[in-house]
């Protein structure tokens, strides 16, 4: 594990510091702990908007709900025991029943206080404020997710309970990763053990699944663009979306359509597709040209059958055409959702390719034996499980011999390329009549 060179409370003042000079209503409140805290810096940038209360917290929630219910955005702070257990009446009453916007930061969470003692440590912080109606409860990882979600904060309208070690934060994410206000961020995909961490806690959680992989013949099949100690086969998933828009575009394809599965948490690697298709069109200057077209949430509740999919690509493609989108080509976030839309497209008198090409992604079988065979994106789904198979079997042969010394340990971290497989459904853009201008589209 690899420490950050800056501790955490710096990068949360700076954060305080850089929004406070976009929005003029951010003010900070203490409890005679500027210092712990770092928000002095804060004070010699803006002294008019910083509220030093003294020792008395349940004083300081009041004064910010006041300030609130004019129009302030109040960042209040003191160590996590005072900041829950103290207020608990004047959040829960005057903030939360209240609609007020408050920001509340608790620093020194669990036993972090170290030589301040019992007193100032709070092991139930998170319970007393998660059951309070309508607060938010969020604790940061390291810097990188703490940049990502101070703006979601900031913009987000009610209570926030932050719970911030001060010091230096152990390195888990990049900056410019992507993170959701109040939802939780797949890790490490598996299926024997489920591990929840938050805070300071998930880089302890990343340590244990790699020592228990140690133990485990573990292999991941992954699509988290990283490395690990894990045995892993990788792949980055935003390349396969890349490698799609790149092949529509050389085509000369400039209005496109990109119908997916609900964009929901759970299958957050769609979004990654998207990104990745999105990022080539902006090379291009095209932001904007590309239509996202997702199906609705609801459909993740119900049970899916062999034709879900195929069913969505047919209907979102419907509704793009009964909305008159413009556009001459569709991508599939997957090959039988480009299967509905091409039988969408046909119904419609929509000729494929020459009106508007189709392009899928994971070359399934029936995608090169269809009459109109399916330009796909190979990510080489069956070798990957191959490989991982191929790696168990490896470990627990070598588990299985006798060693009188040190036994011999190996790291697989196998990524595949994404292969473009071009057949009938895609071809270069009408330069003529689009389809939507002729009369006997239905």
């Not at 929004?19 to 004070?43: P, Q, S």
């Not at 702070?77 to 829960?92: I, L």
Request: a negative charge; hydrophobic letters at 40%; aromatic letters at 8%.
């Amino acid at each position: 594990m690899v420490l950050e060179d800056r501790w955490l409370r710096e990068t949360y003042v700076d954060l305080l510091i850089e929004y406070a000079a976009k929005n003029k209503d951010i003010v900070i409140l203490e409890a005679d702990l500027m210092k712990a805290g770092g928000t002095f810096r804060f004070a010699e940038k803006y002294p008019e908007r910083t509220f030093d209360v003294g020792i008395q917290e349940a004083n300081m929630i009041g004064t910010a709900a006041g300030m609130s219910a004019m129009g302030k955005i109040p960042f209040t702070h003191t160590f996590t025991a005072f900041a829950t257990r103290r207020v608990c009446d004047q959040v829960t009453l005057s903030v939360a029943y209240a609609g007020l916007n408050v920001k509340m930061m608790g620093s020194d969470p669990g036993v972090t206080a170290e030589y301040n003692g019992g007193t100032h440590m709070s092991m139930e912080d998170v319970s007393i404020m998660r059951n309070i109606p309508g607060m938010i409860v969020y604790e940061p990882v390291d810097s990188a997710q703490l940049k990502a979600i101070f703006p979601q904060i900031v913009d987000h309208y009610g209570p926030v309970y932050i719970r911030l070690l001060r010091r230096n934060a152990v390195k888990v994410f990049e900056d410019g990763e992507t993170f959701e206000l109040g939802k939780g961020k797949l890790m490490r995909e598996g299926s024997d053990v489920s591990i929840f961490a938050t805070g300071i806690m998930v880089a302890e959680a990343v340590e244990a699944v790699e020592e228990l992989a140690k133990e485990l013949p573990v292999v991941i099949i992954s699509n988290k663009e990283k490395t690990t100690t894990v045995d892993a086969i990788n792949q980055d998933n935003s390349e396969v979306g890349r490698l799609m828009a790149r092949h529509l575009l050389d085509l000369g394809h400039r209005d496109v359509a990109f119908i997916t599965p609900p964009l929901t948490r759970r299958q957050w690697q769609r979004s990654r597709r998207i990104e990745g298709f999105i990022s080539e069109f902006e090379k291009e200057g095209l932001k904007g040209h590309v239509r996202i077209k997702a199906a609705d949430v609801s459909i993740e509740r119900r049970l899916p059958r062999m034709d879900s999919e195929y069913s969505m690509g047919y209907q979102l493609t419907r509704e793009l055409l009964d909305e008159g989108c413009h556009f001459t080509a569709i991508a599939g976030q997957n090959d039988m959702m480009a299967f509905g839309a091409i039988d969408a497209l046909e119904e419609a008198r929509v000729r494929v390719p020459k009106d508007v090409s189709v392009i899928g992604c994971d070359d399934i079988f029936y995608s090169g034996i269809r009459r109109l065979s399916l330009t796909t994106i190979d990510h080489f789904v069956a070798l990957k499980g191959r490989d991982a198979c191929d790696i168990i079997i490896r470990k627990i042969t070598t588990n299985d011999q006798f060693y009188t010394g040190l036994q011999p340990t190996s790291l697989y971290n196998i990524e595949y390329t994404p292969k473009l497989i071009a057949r009938k459904t895609t071809s270069y853009a009408r330069t003529g009549k689009a389809f939507w201008e002729k009369s006997d589209v239905i």
